[in-house]
């Protein structure tokens, strides 16, 4: 990125705004174009003069605007950094699905925002290390949804029926599975029962394997 990075700073919060620029305006290489409470029409995101980073404290300021941002991604919309954000991992997942790149806390330092806006300016996602575990463990579990799906189309199992095959593969008992899923043994036992008769295998050791197995054709 050549030049300054420009940013507009969105808030109703003019102690937190007027903070955000006045550490900006000290820093040589950002250019503060607007410090301001949001409102429609934040015209001067819509100006050929857009900024390369807009950064608020308001998640649903962002998605009053976030379709018409999304439309025109490709002409060079603004990146956006939330600022003083709750540790709150669904907030972050909604903040993520609608194309927020910068996700910084409450108890984080000037530094750590100047950071985030020079890491989001330059093309990177920010967040805390936690959190980004978090976003790891939602997409595996959208890909385990997925292959559940697969699943239980093939082998006609139900949905607590496809909750016990993780749990049966990791070699846990009917006793340590009702305890997990706070069921009694003698209805884990017969869940498994069925499993086995869907499946066709011979023994509980060979579930995990046969439904991780891609169905022919697929």
Same mark, same amino acid.
Request: charged share 25%; with cysteine; aromatic share 4%.
């Given at each position: 990125?050549?030049?300054?990075i420009?940013?507009?700073?969105?808030?109703?919060?003019? /102690?937190?705004?007027?903070s955000?620029a006045?550490?900006?305006?000290?820093?040589?290489d950002f250019e503060?174009?607007?410090?301001?409470?949001?409102?429609?029409? %934040?015209?001067?995101?819509d100006?050929?003069s857009?900024?390369?980073?807009?950064?608020?404290?308001?998640?649903?300021?962002?998605?009053?605007?976030?379709?018409?941002?999304? #439309?025109?991604?490709?002409?060079?919309?603004?990146?956006?950094?939330?600022?003083?954000?709750?540790? #709150?991992?669904?907030?972050? %997942?909604?903040a993520?699905?609608?194309?927020?790149?910068?996700?910084?806390?409450?108890?984080?330092?000037?530094?750590?925002?100047?950071?985030?806006i020079?890491g989001v300016?330059q093309?990177?996602?920010?967040?805390?290390?936690?959190l980004?575990?978090? /976003?790891?463990d939602?997409?595996?579990l959208?890909?385990s949804?997925?292959?559940?799906?697969?699943v239980?189309?093939?082998?006609?199992?139900?949905?607590?029926?496809?909750?016990?095959v993780? /749990?049966?593969?990791?070699?846990?008992?009917?006793?340590e599975?009702?305890?997990?899923?706070?069921l009694?043994?003698?209805?884990?036992?017969?869940?498994?029962?069925?499993?086995?008769?869907?499946?066709?295998?011979?023994?509980?050791?060979?579930?995990?394997?046969?439904?991780?197995a891609?169905?022919?054709?697929?």
């Amino acid at each position: 990125m050549e030049g300054k990075i420009s940013v507009a700073v969105i808030s109703s919060n003019r /102690l937190l705004r007027e903070s955000i620029a006045h550490v900006l305006t000290n820093k040589r290489d950002f250019e503060v174009l607007t410090s301001q409470p949001p409102g429609p029409p %934040l015209a001067s995101l819509d100006s050929p003069s857009a900024p390369d980073v807009w950064v608020s404290d308001s998640l649903e300021c962002f998605l009053d605007n976030c379709t018409r941002w999304r #439309d025109r991604r490709h002409n060079g919309v603004p990146g956006c950094v939330l600022v003083a954000m709750q540790d #709150d991992p669904k907030q972050f %997942l909604t903040a993520v699905s609608h194309g927020v790149l910068g996700y910084v806390l409450q108890e984080a330092s000037a530094l750590d925002i100047v950071a985030a806006i020079r890491g989001v300016a330059q093309g990177e996602a920010i967040c805390p290390a936690h959190l980004a575990r978090v /976003l790891f463990d939602y997409v595996a579990l959208r890909r385990s949804d997925v292959h559940g799906g697969r699943v239980a189309k093939q082998f006609r199992l139900t949905r607590r029926e496809r909750q016990l095959v993780p /749990l049966v593969g990791r070699g846990l008992t009917n006793k340590e599975i009702a305890v997990e899923l706070n069921l009694s043994e003698q209805t884990i036992k017969s869940h498994i029962h069925r499993i086995l008769r869907k499946t066709g295998v011979e023994d509980r050791f060979s579930i995990s394997a046969a439904c991780e197995a891609e169905p022919i054709g697929t």
